[in-house]
């Protein structure tokens, strides 16, 4: 029985009977490390792989796994996913995601590495919050309040930015962003309070009010608009935002707002005493310092059998 913090709880699940590991890859271990990277920071939460079996399709795999809880009369519940035969991704639900012993490890290193838009926080990218955000969206307007709160809460973060026009949605996503990109790179700290206005004047963004409400968020920023109305026309800053739609979709954000923390992808719409716990809990899985003074201890968790 696998949990964050074993207690006295008598085991709920059945116990595990060879004949249902019949594949070679993977092994128990890395799926229980996969489980702790996805359930870890819920430390009410057991669970137990019961079965990997081999499918009749070459190099897939069968994972069954049984969760429960240490609650009292607590249910069992099982979930099943698919490993692929590369080891490093799964079929879970109606989508495929990254799998391993440190799933989130391939996505951590490339948005280090690519993750080029406005930031804030720490200089350090060991700890790296990335938030994927459309100018023109609703719920990413509602998001800045808890992406505010994370930037108090994890002093030690460095957040970015990074623009997610989803323009078949929003017809002046794309023009926002190219004004952002120019905005950035005029001056970093000016772009956030450049989308605070986007954000605050969004019912303006038509046809009819959409360019001078653009210029108007600049000006608020403290720049010159025409000179940012200039550059966000050139090809080159409409191919950053190309670039930038391509990163959120390589990273596999499929809507506004997301939030890369340290390569684990989440919805920005969870309650937000959870998203701050699963934060807390990635930095202790990364080993780094989130500068929260309440997180966990900086080590593995330990196993509850």
Not at 25 to 47: C, E, H, M, Q
Not at 199 to 212: H, I, R, S, W
């Amino acid at each position: 029985m696998e949990s964050l913090n074993p207690t006295g709880k008598a085991d709920p699940f059945p116990p595990v009977n060879p004949k249902f590991f019949t594949a070679p890859t993977p092994t128990v271990d890395t799926v229980n490390a996969f489980l702790k990277s996805l359930w870890g920071y819920d430390a009410n939460r057991i669970w137990r792989v019961e079965a990997i079996q081999a499918t009749a399709a070459p190099g897939v795999s069968k994972v069954v796994v049984f969760v429960s809880d240490k609650s009292p009369n607590a249910k069992v519940q099982t979930t099943a996913f698919f490993v692929l035969p590369d080891g490093t991704h799964a079929l879970a639900g109606d989508g495929v995601v990254p799998f391993g012993a440190t799933p989130f490890a391939s996505l951590r290193k490339m948005l280090q590495d690519k993750a080029d838009g406005a930031t804030r926080g720490a200089a350090s990218k060991d700890f790296l919050l990335v938030e994927f955000a459309d100018l023109q969206c609703p719920h990413c307007k509602d998001a800045q309040t808890t992406m505010d709160q994370l930037a108090k809460d994890f002093p030690n973060a460095r957040i970015v930015y990074q623009s997610f026009p989803l323009v078949d949605l929003h017809p002046f996503a794309f023009k926002a962003a190219a004004y952002g990109v120019c905005v950035t790179k005029q001056k970093n700290d000016a772009f956030f309070l450049y989308a605070s206005a986007v954000y605050e004047t969004q019912a303006a963004l038509t046809p009819e009010t959409g360019d001078e409400t653009l210029k108007h968020a600049v000006t608020k920023a403290g720049l010159d608009a025409a000179s940012i109305e200039a550059c966000a026309a050139t090809q080159a800053t409409k191919d950053a935002v190309t670039a930038s739609i391509k990163l959120a979709e390589d990273a596999g954000a499929d809507q506004t707002p997301m939030l890369a923390v340290n390569g684990h992808l989440l919805p920005l719409t969870i309650p937000y005493e959870t998203l701050k716990t699963v934060v807390a809990y990635q930095a202790v899985l990364d080993g780094v310092n989130s500068g929260v003074s309440d997180a966990p201890a900086r080590k593995a968790p330990t196993l509850g059998k």
